[in-house]
Structure formats: structure tokens, C-alpha cells
């Protein structure tokens, strides 16, 4: 199994900046990306941005040039900085691992509990 911990949501002000980490452990094989997702209440969990661990990242339209996602040098760890924080980011934020356990293997998708950020206007 993978586990997948989630650390540094919290409160701030428009404009403001938070900085998210995931930790990814447990019985990993390989893992061939990590994500980070984000709900709002009563909207669809959305992909906020991606990275590939052989270094392609990916962003949502609506957080480019905002946010970065980038890995702990060579360890299953991702973090997300977002500046320039706008009300609307408001939402729980989810780390996804995609992880093989062999190299033949399905890719399988291993959630954490979620982080909150509330921005405030």
C-alpha cells in the first residue's frame, strides 16, 4: 500500500501566499506523477497541476503563473507554492500519486485526506 499525507493548508488573505507539501510512502515501487487536485464546495474536484517524475508539468489555466508545483530533489515528496491567492482558490486541496507496483504494472491512483485553504477577501 502507498500513503499519501497532505500538510500546510490554512487561512489567508487575498494576495497572500501558502506553500502545500505531499509525502508519498509505504510500499512504493514507482511512481510516474503526482497531482494535486482542489474541491470548492458544491463544484467538481478539478486537476490544479501535475508533474511528471521525469519532469513535465502541467497547470490549469486559472492557476498559471501562480502556482508552482516542484519535487523534493529525488524523493516522493511534491510541493505546491501558490502566490497571488484570490478568493476562488478557496477549496480542499488533494495530492494524487500514480503509482506502479511492477514495471508492467497498471498505474493506480492513491489519494490523501486533503488539506483546506481558505483565501479571504
Known amino acids: 500500500q502507498v500513503q499519501v499525507v497532505e500538510s500546510g493548508g490554512g487561512w489567508v488573505q487575498a494576495g497572500g501566499s501558502l506553500r502545500l507539501s505531499c509525502a508519498a510512502s509505504?510500499?512504493?515501487?514507482?511512481?510516474?506523477?503526482m497531482e494535486w487536485y482542489r474541491q470548492a464546495p458544491g463544484k467538481q474536484r478539478e486537476l490544479v497541476a501535475g508533474?511528471?517524475?521525469?519532469?513535465?508539468?502541467n497547470y490549469a489555466d486559472s492557476v498559471k503563473g501562480r502556482f508552482a508545483i516542484s519535487r523534493d530533489n529525488g524523493r516522493n515528496t511534491v510541493y505546491l507554492q501558490m502566490n497571488s491567492l484570490k478568493p476562488e482558490d478557496t477549496a480542499v486541496y488533494y495530492c494524487?500519486?500514480?503509482?506502479?507496483?511492477?514495471?508492467?504494472?497498471?498505474?493506480?491512483?492513491?489519494w490523501g485526506q486533503g488539506t483546506q485553504v481558505t483565501v479571504s477577501s
Open positions: 509505504g510500499s512504493i515501487f514507482r511512481i510516474r506523477a
Open positions: 508533474l511528471t517524475f521525469g519532469g513535465s508539468t
Open positions: 494524487n500519486a500514480r503509482h506502479q507496483s511492477t514495471y508492467y504494472a497498471t498505474i493506480r491512483d492513491y
